[in-house]
C-alpha cells in the first residue's frame, strides 16, 4: 500500500500588529463580497500558519453577565481556500476553546449560517450544540438582549446561536414553527397598522395573508422533501425577529422571516445535497407564486379583491427575499438553493417575481 501522504503541520499564534493587512487578504478571499463588509476585529485574534505561511485566522470576542459568567464568542474564523484541508479550522477551534478556558469563559458561543455545514459539523463534533430561542431565555432571562448584541445575532438572518455547553434539546420543531408564525403576524400588523386603518376586517386580512403564505411554503417543502426521502426539520430564524421589527416600526414594511427545513443532524454536507435542497426550495417558492398570479387573475372578484392589498403587501416581500435574493445577507433564503442548484431555473423564477410585481 502506498504511504499516506503526511499533513502539513499547522501553528496556531496570536496575530502580531503587523500581520493585520495579510489576515485581511485571506479573510476576504474566503468570505463573500459583502460579508467582507462586515468584518471586524475583535478583542483577540489568532492566526494559523504552515510552513511559515498565514492560512487562516479566529476573531474572539469576551464579555460578562451581570451574574458574573463570563462568556466567550467565535466572531469570525476563516482559512485559506488554497490551504483548504490540511484542518486549519480544526486548529484554530481548538485554539480557541483553550483560549476561552484560559481565561476564564464560562461558555461559549458562535453564530453558523443554516448552510454552513463543514462549519456546523466542526462545532458539533467539539461539544456545542444549536441553542434554540427557549433554551436561550432559560439560559440568559433579561440578558438575552445583551447577548444577542454582542454576538451579533440581532442582524444576522439565518444564522444559528451555538454554545458550549450545549442545550439540552435543540427546539421541538412545532414549538419554533407557530412561534414563527405568530411572530410574522404581528410583524404584519406593526407594518401595515391595518386594526388603526381599516379595522379588525383588516388585521384578520393580514393574519391570513400570512399564515396562508407561509403555511404554502412550508407545506411545499416538507412534501418535496417527503418524495425524495430526505429526513428534515424545522428551524426558526429568531435573528430576524429584531430586524423584522424595526423594518416594521421605521419604514412600515413587512420583512417575512418564515425559518426553513434542513436536513437533519449535522454530518450532512451542503454542497453535496443542492440538489435535493433546491428541489425542496423550488417547492416552497411555488405555491406562494402561484397564489398571488392566481389572485391577480381573479382580481375583479369582490372576495379575492378585499383580499388583494394583505395578499400583495405580505407576498411581494416574502417573494423578493425567497427568490430574488440569492446572496449574502440573505442567502439563507430559498433563493440562495435554487441559485446553487440551477441558474438557468432561478432566472425563470426572478422573472416571474419580477413580472408579477410589475404587472400589479
Not at 486548529?91 to 456546523?120: K, P, T, Y
Request: glycine fraction near 8%; proline fraction near 7%; include cysteine.
Amino acid at each position: 500500500m502506498p504511504d499516506e501522504p503526511i499533513m502539513p503541520r499547522v501553528e496556531i499564534r496570536p496575530m502580531n500588529p503587523d500581520e493585520k493587512p495579510a489576515v485581511r487578504r485571506i479573510a476576504h478571499r474566503a468570505f463573500p463580497v459583502l460579508a467582507r463588509l462586515f468584518f471586524s476585529w475583535g478583542q483577540t485574534v489568532l492566526v494559523a500558519l504552515s510552513e511559515g505561511r498565514l492560512v487562516g485566522g479566529i476573531v474572539l470576542e469576551t464579555f460578562a453577565l451581570a451574574d458574573g459568567r463570563k462568556v466567550g464568542f467565535v466572531g469570525w474564523v476563516f482559512s485559506d481556500p488554497d490551504a483548504r484541508g490540511i484542518g486549519v479550522g480544526q486548529r484554530l477551534i481548538e485554539a480557541a476553546l483553550a483560549h476561552f478556558q484560559a481565561v476564564g469563559c464560562h461558555e461559549v458561543l458562535a453564530g453558523v449560517e443554516g448552510h454552513n455545514s463543514s462549519s456546523s459539523k466542526l462545532f458539533a463534533t467539539r461539544g456545542f450544540s444549536i441553542l434554540p430561542l427557549g433554551a436561550q431565555w432559560q439560559r440568559y432571562r433579561w440578558q438575552l438582549p445583551k447577548v444577542w448584541w454582542r454576538t451579533l445575532h440581532v442582524v444576522d438572518v439565518g444564522h444559528f446561536l451555538w454554545s458550549r455547553p450545549p442545550a439540552a434539546d435543540e427546539g421541538h420543531p412545532v414549538t419554533q414553527w407557530w412561534v414563527t408564525l405568530l411572530v410574522n403576524v404581528l410583524m404584519a400588523w406593526i407594518a401595515l397598522r391595518a386594526w388603526v386603518v381599516a379595522g379588525w376586517f383588516a388585521s384578520v386580512l393580514a393574519a391570513g395573508a400570512v399564515l396562508v403564505l407561509l403555511t404554502l411554503r412550508w407545506a411545499g417543502m416538507r412534501l418535496a422533501a417527503r418524495a425524495q426521502g430526505l429526513e428534515v426539520r424545522y428551524r426558526a430564524w429568531e435573528s430576524g425577529f429584531p430586524l423584522s421589527l424595526m423594518i416594521a416600526l421605521a419604514l412600515r414594511g413587512v420583512y417575512p422571516v418564515p425559518g426553513s427545513l434542513y436536513p437533519v443532524g449535522h454530518d450532512w454536507r451542503y454542497r453535496e445535497m443542492v440538489p435535493q435542497l433546491g428541489r425542496m426550495a423550488l417547492a416552497g417558492v411555488i405555491g406562494p407564486l402561484a397564489l398571488l398570479w392566481l389572485a391577480k387573475a381573479l382580481a375583479s372578484c369582490f372576495p379575492v379583491a378585499q383580499a388583494l392589498p394583505s395578499l400583495y403587501a405580505v407576498g411581494f416581500p416574502l417573494l423578493v427575499v425567497d427568490v430574488l435574493t440569492p446572496f449574502f445577507p440573505l442567502a439563507c433564503y430559498n433563493g440562495r438553493r435554487i441559485w446553487d442548484w440551477s441558474r438557468p431555473l432561478w432566472a425563470v423564477l426572478a422573472a416571474a417575481v419580477v413580472a408579477l410585481i410589475v404587472l400589479a
